[in-house]
Every structure is written in structure tokens, then in C-alpha cells.
Nanobody, 127 residues
Framework: VQLQASGGGLVQPGGSLRLSCAAS????????IGWFRQAPGKGREFVAG????????DYAYSVKGRFTISRDNAKNTVFLQMNNLQPEDAAVYYC?????????????????????WGQGTLVTVSS
């Protein structure tokens, strides 16, 4: 599956952005989807994830209460609403899909997302 992440940009601290992850080639309605981020000089870290049906979500502690992941399976798209952005949120954000259908839990490790990765979208938080 091909994933296209978009919606990144420059925002001031306290601002909001909504990232989108659009899938093509194959449907992702049976797949868990995760968002990861990588800041310069740091490793890739899990940010948020959702099960195939959106019933379960999981978030990194650092973004809980500020970020919300959602999905529209009819549109083959997953979203990440990011509110109250802080400079430490600045990174390239990637979306990824899990090849295992209808997994009941949200995968939190990058290696479990083996169905496809988006190219990344840059989020910059600066005044």
C-alpha cells in the first residue's frame, strides 16, 4: 500500500495542525495505522495509533491530551489532529500501516508496521 502524509507546516507554539495520511493502491480499512515522528539527531518514536476500526487508540505520553488520531475508512484516510503544539513536537511525521488484518491492539513499535510507510511531512514549531 502507498501512504501519503500531508498537512505539515510551520506553526507557532500553542498552535494546531491536522495531518492526513491517505492510502492508495490498497485499502487500509483492516489495518492498524500509526503515526511516528523523528526529530533531527533522534530516533523514530511512536506518537499515536489506531486499530482498524478506530475502537482503540494509543498515544505517546508526551502527546496525550493534545493529539487525537482518527480515521475515515470510507476515504482510506487517517488523521492526526495536533493541538497546543510545542517546540519539542517539531519533527518529520510519518504514517504507517500494519499488514495484519483486524489486530485487536494498537501496535506501538515501528517494526510491526510492515504494510507501508508514508514519505513524511515536516512539522516546525517556532515563534
Amino acid at each position: 500500500v502507498q501512504l501519503q502524509a500531508s498537512g505539515g507546516g510551520l506553526v507557532q507554539p500553542g498552535g494546531s495542525l491536522r495531518l492526513s495520511c491517505a492510502a492508495s493502491g490498497r485499502a487500509i480499512k483492516w489495518s492498524a495505522i500509526g503515526w511516528f515522528r523523528q526529530a533531527p539527531g533522534k530516533g523514530r518514536e511512536f506518537v499515536a495509533g489506531t486499530t482498524w476500526n478506530g475502537v482503540k487508540t494509543d498515544y505517546a505520553y508526551s502527546v496525550k491530551g493534545r493529539f487525537t488520531i482518527s480515521r475515515d475508512n470510507a476515504k482510506n484516510t487517517v488523521f492526526l489532529q495536533m493541538n497546543n503544539l510545542q517546540p519539542e513536537d517539531a519533527a518529520v511525521y510519518y504514517c504507517a500501516a500494519d499488514s495484519r488484518a483486524m489486530r485487536s491492539e494498537v501496535p506501538v513499535t515501528a517494526t510491526m508496521y510492515d504494510y507501508g510507510w508514508g514519505q513524511g511531512t515536516l512539522v516546525t514549531v517556532s515563534s
